[in-house]
């Protein structure tokens, strides 16, 4: 008797967050990959426009395609409707997932979930009133009916515990920078195409205040290193506003460079090209980009948090804030001493290079088998 796990992967066909869809896609590879013998995975995705997955999913038995579109999807989900995702043992790589009723005994059903990110419980407005209510709502309904809850932290798993009753049921199950993360061959032509300079610090994120791009920038300023700034990841539009935000902390718009979203190569000729990654952000969410800074052996100056103590340990510098809360002058003093010579720089990629090789994608799925085994 063949055992399917069946992958939630609406992200890989109608994405809205592409942090969220390159792991998506990462999982269900991997979970492929590492499938015990006699069990097989099925992705289960929203209806919608053909879709050819057999390359971007290659190795999963079959996709089943739900009843409706995304959006309706979300909506029957979120009230516990029949949503045509079906039962059986469903794997989420997000809180997307048909929460109900179900036997784990009698008909050996299985429903996990994973939450990466708590910014609808510590910075609601960032996200909005709809996007908020649905993952407080999805998670009211893991309590009730999830089999396990995946969080990629230990710290993180202590902060949802305080959310609800969920401490028996939580797992800590981190991700990884994709499978196959590197600087191409073709850098810099690459960087050269997106208008990029050569050297230069790189950070992440938007203008939400979470993300913390203000104190960065303070940051650069303070430590008087004289580079050029790139952020990443940037929203739709969101350029003329970090660059006010930049502006506000006295950075100079010559020397600011914002895109958005990358695909892995392109964002692997970027963290190849810079000097060092700044994390100034302390939510409570997995830090995706430091993973790629660890990954690739570029120095990481973050500030102190409960989530990057845990991931970085040892393999960059860590920046307690000050009793006002700000981290900006000690991230600048720390982005200095990161970058005051050679040899300290040098030092810090063989520690950031050190540490990213504790995490992958296949040890990720590994364990994932493992917790639905032990359900």
């Given at each position: 008797m063949t055992v399917t796990l069946r992958v939630m992967l609406d992200q890989v066909v109608a994405p809205t967050d592409h942090r969220l869809a390159e792991a998506s896609a990462e999982l269900a590879r991997?979970?492929?990959?590492?499938?015990?013998?006699?069990?097989?995975?099925?992705?289960?995705?929203?209806?919608?426009?053909?879709?050819?997955?057999?390359?971007?999913?290659a190795g999963v038995a079959r996709v089943q395609r739900a009843g409706l579109p995304r959006r309706e999807l979300s909506a029957a989900l979120q009230l516990g409707l029949p949503s045509g995702?079906?039962?059986?043992?469903?794997?989420?790589?997000?809180?997307?997932?048909?929460?109900?009723?179900?036997?784990?005994?009698?008909?050996?059903?299985?429903?996990?979930?994973?939450?990466?990110?708590l910014r609808a419980w510590e910075a609601p407005d960032e996200l909005g009133r709809t996007e908020t209510a649905w993952q407080r709502a999805m998670l009211?309904?893991?309590?009730?009916?999830?089999?396990?809850?995946?969080?990629?932290?230990?710290?993180?798993?202590?902060?949802?515990?305080?959310?609800?009753?969920?401490?028996?049921?939580?797992?800590?199950?981190?991700?990884?920078?994709?499978?196959?993360?590197?600087?191409?061959?073709?850098?810099?032509?690459?960087r050269r195409a997106?208008?990029?300079?050569?050297?230069?610090?790189?950070?992440?994120?938007?203008?939400?205040?979470?993300?913390?791009?203000?104190?960065?920038?303070?940051?650069?300023?303070?430590?008087?290193?004289?580079?050029?700034?790139?952020?990443?990841?940037?929203?739709?539009?969101?350029?003329?506003?970090?660059?006010?935000?930049?502006?506000?902390?006295?950075?100079?718009?010559?020397?600011?460079?914002?895109?958005?979203?990358?695909?892995?190569?392109?964002?692997?000729?970027?963290?190849g090209g810079a000097v060092t990654f700044l994390a100034p952000s302390a939510r409570t969410?997995?830090?995706?980009r430091v993973l790629d800074a660890l990954t690739l052996g570029v120095p990481v100056v973050a500030v102190e948090s409960s989530?990057?103590?845990?991931?970085?340990?040892?393999?960059?510098?860590?920046v307690q804030a000050d009793a006002s809360g700000s981290a900006a002058d000690g991230l600048g003093a720390a982005l200095a001493a990161a970058l005051g010579s050679t040899q300290s720089a040098e030092r810090l990629a063989v520690l950031a290079s050190d540490r990213g090789r504790a995490f992958s994608w296949r040890d990720c799925a590994d364990r994932v088998w493992h917790l639905h085994a032990d359900l």
């Open positions: 991997s979970l492929v990959v590492a499938a015990p013998a006699g069990c097989e995975v099925e992705a289960v995705v929203p209806s919608g426009p053909a879709q050819d997955l057999d390359t971007l999913l995702a079906g039962a059986g043992m469903i794997h989420a790589p997000s809180l997307f997932a048909p929460l109900v009723r179900h036997s784990r005994v009698h008909d050996h059903d299985q429903t996990v979930v994973t939450v990466w990110d009211k309904r893991a309590v009730k009916h999830a089999d396990a809850v995946v969080v990629p932290t230990h710290s993180m798993a202590e902060r949802l515990a305080e959310l609800g009753p969920l401490a028996d049921r939580l797992r800590v199950i981190p991700g990884a920078a994709p499978t196959g993360f590197a600087v191409p061959s073709d850098e810099i032509g690459r997106a208008g990029l300079p050569e050297g230069y610090v790189l950070l992440s994120g938007g203008t939400a205040p979470s993300d913390g791009l203000a104190e960065g920038f303070a940051a650069v300023v303070r430590s008087r290193v004289d580079l050029p700034v790139v952020v990443i990841d940037a929203g739709a539009g969101e350029e003329p506003a970090i660059a006010d935000l930049a502006a506000a902390e006295g950075l100079p718009e010559r020397r600011l460079h914002v895109r958005g979203a990358l695909d892995m190569w392109d964002r692997g000729a970027v963290f969410a997995f830090p995706w989530v990057h103590r845990e991931v970085v340990v040892e393999g960059g510098l860590l």
